[in-house]
């Protein structure tokens, strides 16, 4: 080798290497995004995912697809999403039934086992009652049922759901007791409701623009008055600090760098702070109500804290 050749080669091997950005944070996203939804299609959760992946197709210059991946009460969807790799290009648009399910199944935790990215929105529930109680508000409802223990009846969705949860917070919180039936879904029990045979539930607030004025509405589960439920007062402004709200937040795989998380969140805030987008979201039933990914894994920590020991004092899971 010439001598010339051999002090270029030298040279080289001494020259600081540049450090470059890590690859999933290049270019981002460099392909089409998928959206799981833990639900079938027409489904609340589908129903939201796919208002937003329409704008956020937009924004990002990249397809949104939203990959329905229901069954075994959201842990598909759950495993879809903790199995995918953390590259941005995969998140998951959870529930609180998800929340709930994680936790009965005791795997996937939603708040130790993914990133957290953001809460997207809320939808509240309602607690209701028959018409044929003589009760016209929570603290009336909360008077008869302590004066008659195990003898009324409320209806829910099933054992460890959000309605049957609902419920469970409210008797712990008011100190009455009821006897709980379990249906194959909210929509068989409100019939029922209507005719008297059970005689409460706490469906979503959106659904009960249906049955409007066949059965008595108490109150909302928000903390806060909301334009889900106009008119309709908190329960906890009987029951202070009652709350059961119900939610829509999106999380990615453990692991997905923070820039990337911070870009998702970015482009989700920018989705629900559209004007038309809102109006949206309300018409379908949902209150934009985007946080940070510290606020959202702040929230998921307590909510599962919260909600894991009201099931272990329901008997819904056992005590550890």
Same mark, same amino acid.
């Given at each position: 080798?010439?001598?010339?050749? @051999?002090?270029?080669?030298?040279?080289?091997?001494? @020259?600081?290497?540049?450090?470059?950005?890590?690859?999933?944070?290049?270019?981002?996203?460099?392909? *089409?995004?998928?959206?799981?939804?833990?639900?079938?299609?027409?489904?609340?959760?589908?129903?939201?995912?796919?208002?937003?992946?329409?704008?956020?197709?937009?924004?990002?210059?990249?397809?949104?697809?939203?990959?329905?991946?229901?069954?075994?009460?959201?842990?598909?969807?759950?495993?879809?999403?903790?199995?995918?790799? *953390?590259?941005?290009?995969?998140?998951?648009?959870?529930?609180?039934?998800?929340?709930?399910?994680?936790?009965?199944?005791?795997?996937?935790?939603?708040?130790?086992?993914?990133?957290?990215?953001?809460?997207?929105?809320?939808?509240?529930?309602?607690?209701?009652?028959?018409?044929?109680?003589?009760?016209?508000?929570?603290?009336?409802?909360?008077?008869?049922?302590?004066?008659?223990?195990?003898?009324?009846?409320?209806?829910?969705?099933?054992?460890?759901?959000? *309605?049957?949860?609902?419920?469970?917070?409210?008797?712990?919180?008011?100190?009455?007791?009821?006897?709980?039936?379990?249906?194959?879904?909210?929509?068989?029990?409100?019939?029922?409701?209507?005719?008297?045979?059970?005689?409460?539930?706490? %469906?979503?607030?959106?659904?009960?623009?249906?049955?409007?004025?066949?059965?008595?509405?108490?109150?909302?589960?928000?903390?806060?008055?909301? %334009?889900?439920? *106009?008119?309709?007062?908190?329960?906890?402004?009987?029951?202070?600090?009652?709350?059961?709200?119900?939610?829509?937040?999106?999380?990615?795989?453990?692991?997905?760098?923070?820039?990337? @998380?911070?870009?998702?969140?970015?482009?989700?805030?920018?989705?629900?702070?559209?004007?038309?987008?809102?109006?949206?979201?309300?018409?379908?039933?949902?209150?934009?109500?985007?946080?940070?990914?510290?606020?959202?894994?702040?929230?998921?920590?307590?909510?599962?804290?919260?909600?894991?020991?009201?099931?272990?004092?329901?008997?819904?899971?056992?005590?550890?």
């Amino acid at each position: 080798m010439r001598r010339e050749g @051999v002090a270029v080669l030298i040279a080289a091997l001494f @020259v600081p290497a540049v450090p470059s950005r890590p690859a999933a944070a290049q270019d981002y996203p460099s392909r *089409p995004i998928r959206m799981v939804t833990a639900s079938a299609p027409g489904s609340g959760s589908d129903v939201i995912g796919r208002l937003l992946s329409a704008r956020l197709t937009e924004n990002l210059g990249q397809q949104v697809v939203v990959d329905n991946r229901a069954g075994a009460s959201g842990l598909i969807g759950a495993e879809v999403t903790a199995r995918a790799a *953390p590259d941005g290009h995969t998140f998951w648009l959870a529930t609180l039934t998800q929340l709930i399910s994680t936790t009965l199944a005791n795997r996937l935790h939603l708040a130790k086992e993914f990133a957290p990215v953001g809460l997207v929105a809320t939808t509240p529930f309602v607690i209701v009652t028959s018409n044929t109680l003589p009760v016209k508000s929570t603290a009336e409802f909360i008077a008869y049922a302590k004066a008659r223990p195990g003898q009324l009846l409320f209806g829910s969705s099933g054992t460890g759901t959000s *309605p049957h949860i609902c419920m469970e917070l409210f008797m712990a919180m008011a100190g009455v007791r009821m006897v709980h039936v379990p249906y194959k879904g909210i929509g068989p029990a409100i019939p029922d409701l209507i005719t008297g045979q059970i005689h409460a539930a706490c %469906p979503a607030a959106p659904s009960m623009t249906v049955f409007a004025g066949k059965v008595r509405v108490l109150g909302v589960t928000s903390l806060r008055p909301t %334009p889900l439920a *106009p008119g309709i007062p908190p329960v906890a402004d009987t029951l202070p600090g009652y709350e059961m709200p119900g939610w829509y937040g999106v999380l990615a795989p453990a692991g997905t760098p923070k820039a990337i @998380v911070a870009r998702i969140n970015q482009e989700f805030r920018r989705t629900v702070d559209a004007p038309d987008v809102k109006e949206k979201l309300l018409a379908a039933g949902a209150e934009p109500s985007m946080s940070s990914p510290e606020e959202f894994g702040a929230f998921l920590r307590r909510e599962s804290e919260r909600l894991g020991k009201l099931l272990r004092n329901a008997g819904v899971v056992p005590a550890s």
